[in-house]
């Protein structure tokens, strides 16, 4: 009951981290926001999320998900859309998403932090992808769903929807979650362990690679393909939400697949090596220029790639002791997520310095390369890593 709790949580999670790709069109309308703004409010939510993982890591080890996870997301998602569903301006929409962020920052790391402690090593990136599958459901939501309930009811009556949704999520979550039992370690302190965790060298080269596998495939999902597709191939808001609901198949079929496959295979190297190396390929493919069919495409083969979240995971599971699972996870995944956010922040950027008036696709175009170039770097890094057998 409790996985399942958490995997409804999930959904919402995932919803969050990208509908603002969809609403973008309404908020700019309604609020005035420039492209930076925009920016800014997406990396505002994974920057929270990602500063949220260093305490998020300790509680999770300290006093287990169950409240970890119901008082944030209560507080965070509930309240924090609550504030956006008010929003006057950039600013407090940018506060409210950081706030989301922090509500949905434990969802996750719950999640794998149980099936660490409960299940057998080699069955944590199967576990965590299926987890992964069924929350990208929230990108499918947040996609053509979302499109028909911005226009049936606004923004801000969709985010009224979404806060009483998270208040229920988090209720269940505080009624239904089971903690594991608590390990100790003689002289642990909640700072000792982050400290030991980044201390650990065989994970270095395992870091640029978090920091930038999943930055491309969800900024482009959660920010950047609802203008490209809208100011480069003159998309209304229903195309760009079926656009985006086969990248976020993609991105189901991926996590799930992906996911599981290290078992069959038996590596997490060369399988994080190869999906991400097809990943950056598509990803450089886009920043050419294509038509609106191949970007589609392209765009879909980038969500199922760039879903190699779960293996990387696992890799760098497996060399955590078990008295630092919640701090190990949450360390990677502030690598992850803060990825994600700096690339927001980022890429708002490129696309100003990019924009050309006689050229709508120039700033779309720096914005893929960008994403191709990191993601190709952390890959010649993670070259060097540690396989670790399922």
């Given at each position: 009951?409790?996985?399942?709790?958490l995997?409804?949580?999930?959904v919402?999670?995932?919803?969050?981290?990208?509908f603002?790709?969809?609403?973008?069109?309404?908020l700019t309308?309604?609020?005035?926001?420039?492209?930076?703004?925009?920016?800014?409010?997406?990396?505002?939510?994974?920057m929270?999320?990602?500063?949220?993982?260093?305490?998020?890591?300790?509680?999770?080890?300290?006093?287990?998900?169950?409240?970890?996870?119901?008082?944030?997301?209560?507080?965070?998602?509930?309240?924090?859309?609550l504030?956006?569903?008010?929003?006057?301006?950039?600013?407090?929409?940018i506060?409210?998403?950081?706030?989301?962020?922090?509500?949905?920052?434990?969802?996750?790391?719950?999640?794998?932090?149980?099936?660490?402690?409960?299940?057998?090593?080699?069955?944590?990136?199967?576990?965590?992808?299926?987890?992964?599958?069924?929350?990208?459901?929230?990108?499918?939501?947040?996609?053509?769903?979302?499109?028909?309930?911005?226009e049936?009811f606004?923004?801000?009556?969709?985010?009224?929807?979404?806060?009483a949704?998270?208040?229920?999520?988090a209720?269940i979550?505080?009624?239904?979650?089971?903690?594991?039992?608590?390990i100790?370690?003689?002289?642990?302190?909640?700072?000792?362990?982050?400290?030991?965790?980044?201390?650990?060298?065989?994970?270095?080269?395992?870091?640029?690679?978090?920091?930038?596998?999943?930055?491309?495939?969800?900024?482009?999902?959660?920010?950047?393909?609802?203008?490209?597709?809208?100011?480069?191939?003159?998309?209304?808001?229903?195309?760009?939400?079926?656009a985006?609901?086969?990248?976020a198949?993609?991105?189901?079929?991926?996590?799930?697949?992906?996911?599981?496959?290290?078992?069959?295979?038996?590596?997490?190297?060369?399988?994080?090596?190869?999906?991400?190396?097809?990943?950056?390929a598509?990803?450089?493919?886009?920043?050419?220029?294509?038509?609106?069919q191949?970007?589609?495409?392209?765009?879909?083969?980038?969500g199922?790639f760039?879903?190699?979240y779960?293996?990387?995971?696992?890799?760098?599971?497996?060399?955590?002791?078990?008295?630092?699972?919640?701090r190990?996870?949450?360390?990677?995944?502030?690598?992850?997520?803060?990825?994600?956010?700096?690339?927001?922040?980022?890429t708002?950027?490129?696309?100003?310095?990019?924009?050309?008036p006689?050229?709508?696709?120039a700033?779309?175009?720096?914005?893929?390369?960008?994403?191709?170039?990191?993601l190709?770097?952390?890959?010649?890094i993670?070259?060097?890593?540690?396989?670790?057998?399922?």
């Amino acid at each position: 009951m409790d996985v399942a709790a958490l995997f409804a949580a999930y959904v919402l999670s995932q919803f969050f981290r990208s509908f603002l790709a969809v609403l973008s069109p309404g908020l700019t309308a309604d609020l005035g926001l420039s492209a930076v703004q925009l920016s800014d409010a997406a990396g505002a939510w994974f920057m929270a999320f990602a500063l949220a993982q260093f305490p998020i890591g300790v509680a999770l080890d300290r006093i287990g998900p169950r409240r970890t996870v119901g008082w944030l997301m209560l507080v965070g998602a509930a309240g924090g859309s609550l504030l956006f569903a008010s929003a006057q301006s950039a600013g407090a929409l940018i506060a409210a998403m950081a706030l989301i962020g922090v509500g949905c920052a434990p969802v996750l790391m719950a999640g794998m932090f149980i099936f660490a402690r409960r299940h057998a090593p080699a069955r944590f990136a199967t576990l965590s992808g299926l987890m992964i599958g069924f929350g990208s459901l929230g990108n499918v939501l947040g996609a053509g769903p979302l499109a028909h309930a911005a226009e049936a009811f606004g923004w801000r009556g969709v985010m009224l929807g979404l806060a009483a949704m998270a208040a229920l999520l988090a209720a269940i979550a505080l009624t239904a979650i089971r903690d594991p039992e608590r390990i100790a370690a003689e002289g642990d302190s909640a700072l000792g362990g982050v400290l030991a965790v980044l201390r650990m060298r065989v994970l270095w080269p395992l870091l640029p690679l978090a920091v930038f596998n999943y930055a491309s495939s969800a900024g482009i999902r959660g920010l950047w393909a609802g203008p490209y597709l809208s100011e480069v191939h003159g998309m209304d808001a229903i195309g760009i939400g079926e656009a985006m609901t086969w990248m976020a198949l993609g991105m189901v079929a991926g996590s799930v697949l992906i996911g599981s496959a290290d078992r069959l295979l038996g590596t997490r190297k060369w399988l994080n090596l190869s999906a991400n190396a097809i990943g950056a390929a598509c990803v450089a493919v886009l920043a050419m220029g294509v038509a609106p069919q191949t970007a589609t495409a392209l765009m879909t083969a980038i969500g199922f790639f760039g879903a190699s979240y779960a293996a990387l995971m696992a890799h760098a599971r497996s060399f955590f002791p078990a008295h630092l699972t919640g701090r190990g996870v949450t360390v990677m995944n502030f690598f992850s997520i803060g990825g994600v956010g700096l690339g927001q922040f980022a890429t708002g950027r490129i696309a100003e310095a990019a924009a050309d008036p006689a050229d709508p696709a120039a700033a779309f175009h720096a914005i893929f390369a960008y994403y191709a170039a990191t993601l190709t770097v952390a890959l010649a890094i993670y070259l060097f890593s540690r396989d670790s057998k399922p």
